[in-house]
C-alpha cells in the first residue's frame, strides 16, 4: 500500500463513524466496467456499488446529461413543479406499470413511503390504524427505523426496538407460512422480489402468484420491493414482470439514478387513489431537477440499447460458466440468481476469498457470509465474465 492511500485510509479511520469494515483500498475513478486506485491500478468492477452503476462507469451520455442540468437548476423543492420530474415520472410508469411515482433520496426511504402509504390506505378504509403487516425471514428492506421493522434478521432489529409494531414475520417461498399469518387487520404483505442481501434468492412463480392471490381476495396491499433487483438487472425493467404480475406499490433505487442518490415508490390503482395525500408524505430533496435528470438519461439509455435484452444474453453465459465453476468445486454447495444478479454459496465464509479477489484485481462482495453475490454493470460483455472466472479461481486457489 502506497503512503499516500495509507493517509487516506488513516484519516477516513479517525473521522468517519465506524459502521462498516472497509476493504483497504482508495479508488479514484472508473470507466466502462472498470476501477483504478489512487495508486493507479486496475480492478475489474463486478459489484457495480451494491447494482448502482448499471451503465458502468464514467457513461458520457450520462454525464453530459447531468452537466447540462447542473448549469441549469439543481432545486427548486416540491412546492413547485420542475420538467425533470415531471418527464422521469412519466418515464417510470410506462416501464413499471405503475399509475403515480414519488420521489426520494434513498431506497429505505422509498420502503418508508410505501409502509406508510398501505397503512393510510387500510385507515382510509376501515377508520381506525391498528393494522398489520407481514414481512418475510431473511429479508433486508434498509436501516431506518419502519423498514428495519420489515427487515427479517433478529440480529439487524434488536439493538434497536421497540420499532414500528404490528409486524410479523412468514416464510419465503412458503405460502402457507403466509396464509396463516392474514387476519382481518392485515393491510400489507412486503418483500424483494429476489432477496439480495438474504443469499440471492428469487420468488418462485408459484409463491409470488400465490401472494398476489390473497391480497386479491382479502384487500391486502402487495408490496414488492425492487431495490436491488429492479432496473433491469434480471432482464426484465422489474422482476415481478417475469411472472406476469403487479404489485400494488413498487420500491425502486440503486440504478435508478445511474449513481446519483434517489429512489421512489410507485402505486397503482387503489393505492395510489385512496392512500396518501397532501400533508401525509413529503421530502425536501426528492424528486429535484437534477436527480430526476439522471432517471430520465438513465431510462433513456436502457431504452436505445435495448439494456434488458442484453442482460438476458449475458446472463445465461454468466449462469453457465457458474454452473461450470459449481461442478469443479466441491466447496460450492449452490448456485442461485436470475439475470446479472446471481450467487454462490459456499460451505465457508467467503471473507477470505473476497480480500484475495481485490489483491488479484477484482472486486466482489458477499451476501451473508457464505454467498458471493454477483452484481455487475448491466453493460458487461462476455470477456468481463471470463477475466472475472480467471480472476475468481485464481483467488479460490
Not at 22 to 38: A, M, N, Q
Not at 90 to 100: E, N
Not at 320 to 335: F, S, V, W, Y
Amino acid at each position: 500500500m502506497s503512503e499516500r492511500m495509507n493517509q487516506v485510509i488513516t484519516a477516513a479511520e479517525r473521522d468517519l463513524l465506524h459502521t462498516y469494515n472497509r476493504f483497504p483500498v482508495v479508488f479514484d475513478h472508473g470507466e466502462g466496467t472498470s476501477l483504478y486506485d489512487i495508486d493507479g491500478k486496475r480492478y475489474l468492477d463486478y459489484f457495480s456499488g451494491i447494482g448502482v452503476f448499471a451503465l458502468g462507469h464514467a457513461n458520457r451520455d450520462y454525464t453530459e446529461a447531468l452537466k447540462g442540468q447542473i448549469d441549469k437548476l439543481l432545486h427548486i423543492s416540491n412546492y413547485f413543479y420542475n420538467e425533470p420530474a415531471a418527464e422521469a415520472a412519466a418515464r417510470l410508469k410506462a416501464v413499471s406499470g405503475m399509475d403515480r411515482v414519488f420521489f426520494t433520496n434513498s431506497g429505505a426511504e422509498a420502503v418508508e413511503g410505501a409502509l406508510k402509504a398501505a397503512r393510510k390506505y387500510a385507515y382510509t378504509r376501515d377508520g381506525f390504524a391498528d393494522h398489520g403487516i407481514i414481512a418475510m425471514e431473511n429479508s433486508f428492506h434498509g436501516r431506518t427505523m419502519g423498514a428495519l421493522s420489515v427487515t427479517g434478521k433478529k440480529a439487524y432489529r434488536e439493538p434497536f426496538e421497540p420499532l414500528i409494531g404490528s409486524v410479523s414475520f412468514a416464510r419465503f417461498n412458503d405460502l402457507a407460512s403466509v396464509e396463516a399469518l392474514v387476519d382481518d387487520k392485515t393491510c400489507a404483505i412486503i418483500m424483494e422480489t429476489v432477496q439480495g442481501e438474504g443469499g440471492i434468492h428469487p420468488a418462485t412463480e408459484e409463491f409470488l402468484t400465490g401472494v398476489r392471490r390473497i391480497c386479491d381476495e382479502r384487500d391486502i396491499l402487495l408490496i414488492l420491493d425492487e431495490i436491488q433487483c429492479g432496473m433491469g438487472r434480471t432482464g426484465s425493467m422489474y422482476a415481478y414482470q417475469r411472472y406476469g404480475i403487479l404489485p400494488d406499490i413498487v420500491t425502486t433505487a440503486k440504478a435508478i439514478g445511474g449513481g446519483v442518490p434517489v429512489g421512489a415508490f410507485m402505486l397503482r390503482g387503489k393505492a395510489a387513489e385512496h392512500s396518501l395525500v397532501a400533508g401525509d408524505h413529503g421530502t425536501t430533496y426528492g424528486g429535484n431537477p437534477f436527480a430526476c435528470a439522471a432517471i430520465t438519461e438513465v431510462l433513456k439509455i436502457y431504452e436505445r440499447t435495448r439494456l434488458t435484452d442484453h442482460v438476458r444474453v449475458m446472463g445465461d453465459y454468466l449462469y453457465a460458466q457458474l454452473e461450470k465453476l459449481m461442478a469443479k468445486r466441491p466447496d460450492i454447495i449452490e448456485h442461485r440468481g436470475v439475470g446479472l444478479m446471481q450467487g454462490l454459496e459456499f460451505d465457508h465464509p467467503v471473507g477470505d476469498i473476497l480480500n484475495r479477489a481485490l489483491d488479484n484485481g477484482l472486486v466482489l462482495i458477499n451476501a451473508g457470509t457464505n454467498v458471493l453475490r454477483f452484481l455487475p454493470p448491466l453493460v458487461i460483455e462476455q470477456e468481463d465474465t471470463d477475466e472475472m472466472l480467471r480472476i475468481l479461481e485464481r483467488s479460490l486457489d
